[in-house]
């Protein structure tokens, strides 16, 4: 399930299921690129000939390069070391096909962990945001890891009522369906609790008449927080 999900609300805003042989890189050819969009890619998603129609489409992308990045350094930047920032440099690609593939200039950030005591290089076509920030915006990455713990933790397909590919995939889709509408739900009312919460309280109460804001309107504020607390392999 190769999902993109919209920061700004935690919801997805294109979905693909497919078969487990398709490699996550392919599904970029299906990404409709929005203008000033900043997309966060790990690096399964690196192919730079695809990564430069990103570019091409006046969009941005934000990713981790592989341990075999061939680069040529061409300028390096100052760097706010009491943030994490070892580098910040200037970079075209070696190689007469990857030089093909992206024959503009990518951002290469060198960035500090300090909790993990790790190293993490970032690459960006984003060259006006600071650094420590280009670091920051890959930590919303781990928002697409809540969202999959969530769709597996709390709407388990115990068994599938049908074994053809739209029987199951109808019922991936009505899962998603549900997730989406609670996460509607919780930002139009501006509810305390966790989606969690409201999914319980939803399916106690689905055949009463009562107003979904007056059947949530008591709801405690609670460890929503939690859901995103292990964070520890945050970049792994």
Not at 80 to 106: E, H, R, W
């Amino acid at each position: 399930m190769h999902t993109l999900l919209d920061l700004r609300g935690n919801i997805p805003s294109m979905m693909l299921v497919t078969p487990g042989r398709v490699h996550d890189v392919n599904i970029l050819d299906n990404l409709s690129v929005e203008a000033g969009a900043i997309y966060i890619l790990d690096k399964a998603y690196i192919d730079f000939a695809r990564l430069y129609g990103i570019h091409k489409s006046l969009a941005y992308f934000v990713t981790r390069a592989k341990s075999n990045f061939n680069y040529k350094r061409l300028y390096s930047h100052s760097k706010d070391k009491s943030a994490g920032i070892n580098c910040d440099q200037t970079v075209m690609l070696k190689g007469f096909y990857a030089g093909m593939d992206y024959p503009g200039k990518l951002r290469r950030i060198s960035y500090i962990d300090k909790i993990l005591d790790k190293r993490l290089i970032f690459l960006t076509n984003n060259f006006n945001l600071p650094a420590a920030t280009i670091a920051d915006l890959y930590r919303c990455r781990w928002q697409v890891e809540l969202f999959f713990k969530w769709i597996k933790g709390h709407l388990r397909i115990k068994k599938f009522f049908g074994l053809s590919e739209n029987a199951v995939k109808t019922q991936i889709w009505i899962a998603i369906s549900i997730y989406v509408l609670v996460a509607i739900i919780r930002k139009r009312l501006n509810l305390p609790g966790s989606l969690y919460q409201i999914l319980q309280i939803l399916s106690v109460t689905l055949f009463e008449k009562t107003p979904i804001a007056h059947a949530l309107s008591n709801i405690e504020p609670e460890e929503y927080i939690l859901e995103i607390a292990n964070q520890l392999n945050l970049f792994n």
